[in-house]
């Protein structure tokens, strides 16, 4: 059974610092890594997609890379924003089923 | 955009009641899910469904039932609702199985 672990499970940066959470997966046999936003008491929303034939995705501030042969994924997020605030959640697919980590709980303090 | 709806943000119930939630999809999605999430366990998936009258456990089925009845439709139902069955319930399609996930808003379920 696929394993994903995301560490550090809160980080608290200051405004315009660049940084990056660390998602991993045990079973390399994954058809895609998704990333997502969850604000308090909502649900999931989609940040980027990245396919087990692709390295890295992009979208605005947001870059995430995979790297299948050690079993990560990093989301990488230049000039926080207090807006940023959230908890960043991975999940690994393995055809049928997305296995979620725990996530990292964000706050960038203006 | 892809939208996907819960028919209650927050329930309470009471022990033994019986309990449906549902899920609407408005994108002709073939996958259907319900995970449920609690705090320091994350997203565990309850049932999905990949096919109208289909439905596959997930690894925490016990204690629930699901339905789909018609493509945009999936319905999580807790037969005698539990004390541990208080939990954010969310649900969430996808058009195939590699694609992306879309999430509705959640449903905060407690039970008394």
């Known amino acids: 059974k696929q394993e994903v672990t995301q560490i550090p499970a809160a980080l608290s940066v200051p405004e315009g610092e660049n940084l990056v959470l660390n998602c991993s997966f045990t079973d390399s046999a994954i058809y895609n890594l998704q990333w997502f936003r969850q604000d308090p008491g909502k649900g999931l929303t989609s940040l980027l997609l990245?396919?087990?034939?692709?390295r890295e995705q992009t979208s605005g501030r947001l870059n995430a890379s995979l790297d299948k042969s050690s079993g990560r994924s990093t989301l990488y997020i230049a000039a926080s924003q207090p807006g940023d605030s959230a908890t960043y959640l991975c999940a690994g697919n393995t055809g049928n089923q997305f296995y979620f980590g725990t996530g990292t709980s964000l706050t960038v303090i203006p | 955009d892809v939208k996907v709806t819960q028919s209650s943000r927050y329930l309470v119930k009471r022990t033994g009641e019986k309990v449906f939630l549902e899920c609407v999809q408005d994108m002709d999605h073939e996958n259907m899910f319900w995970y449920r999430q609690d705090p320091g366990l994350g997203l565990r998936l309850i049932y999905f469904s990949y096919d109208v009258k289909m439905k596959e456990k997930g690894d925490i089925p016990e204690g629930y039932s699901v339905s789909r009845e018609k493509k945009e439709r999936f319905s999580l139902i807790l037969e005698s609702a539990s004390t541990n069955q208080t939990s954010m319930y969310l649900c969430?399609?996808?058009?195939?199985?590699?694609?992306?996930?879309?999430f509705g808003p959640g449903t905060r379920l407690t039970v008394l």
């Open positions: 969430a399609s996808t058009a195939g199985s590699t694609d992306t996930q879309y």
């Open positions: 990245i396919q087990s034939s692709q």
